[in-house]
């Protein structure tokens, strides 16, 4: 178990350099620069907080923590103030049970999963990932192509169906809803474990759009009570605060679940992450941190918090 603890860490670390550059880097040459820790470095470090989009509240729990115990102790040293990060870190995230949907997929047979998101936040990619592990845990898989705005997406779908080596339901009509729905029958009467369902890539702000999700909603539900039993927002990390409104709108259309962060191997702000898990209390479930088959990682606070501090 510490093995594979490690080798997830390493993993998670190199695809975090970019953020762990941008924050514990610059807080270690603040530091060292400065003979004395006093409050012009504590304001620093604020900023640098701030600079890997980890929030004004949550930046400013952290520092105060800092702050305080800096008060009361002699070693003021750079691992001591990290450490004093990562714990506070660590306890305001210890609530946050990490992601293992395992048991819930024995339960309901298909297990179906919604996946939502914007175009270009690597959604469809991020699916076909989610294929692949499931396939590699030995669940029988089929995807649902119902994004049938865009030509292309069934063609990439294609592609990874083929690669993945699962069966893809393809566009056979205009309305989504339609294919989910058959979709769904051919699992349920050829036992399928996982449904995988790829939505439009929907601009967040498209009311017309977004009601195509509702009806996708109705049709599972009425096809299989307890359905979806999973709705993902896919998130590119790059995209700093807008996730936040991403997160807002598409929660009015469906309850979203969980959220999957793509691209952070591309971004310098991972700390948004940290952000949206407190303000939204959503989880997040995965991280996509390279463009391989299988560079899906499912979170874990703690390993995270390690992958940007050490």
Known sequence: MKIFQN????????????????????????????????????????????????????????????????????????????????????????????????????????????????????????????????????????????????????????????RVGVELVEVNSNDPSSVVYDTLNIAISKGYDIVLIDTAGRLHNNSDLMDELAKILKVTNKLLYYAPNEVLLILDSNSGQNVISQVDAFNKSTKITGLILTKLDGTAKGGAILQISLDKNIPVKYLGIGESIDDLQEFNTAIFIDAIIN
């Open 7 to 162: 080798l997830l860490l390493n993993k998670l670390k190199e695809g975090l350099s970019k953020t762990r550059n941008n924050l514990f880097n610059k807080i270690t040459e603040v530091i060292s620069q400065k003979a004395i820790l006093d409050e012009e470095i504590i304001n620093e470090l604020e900023a640098i907080l701030l600079s890997s989009d980890l929030g004004s509240e949550l930046t400013e729990r952290i520092i105060s923590r800092t702050r305080s115990s800096l008060l009361n102790i002699n070693d003021r040293s750079l691992e001591n103030i990290k450490n004093i990060m990562r714990e506070e870190l660590l306890s305001i995230f210890d609530k946050e049970v990490n992601y293992n949907n395992h048991l819930e997929t024995e339960k309901f047979k298909p297990y179906v999963i919604m996946i939502v998101g914007v175009n270009g936040s690597g959604k469809t990619t991020t699916l076909a990932k989610l294929a692949n592990k499931y396939k590699l845990e030995g669940k029988k898989v089929i995807i649902a192509s119902a994004d049938t705005f865009r030509v292309a997406a069934n063609d990439q779908l294609k592609m990874w169906s083929d």
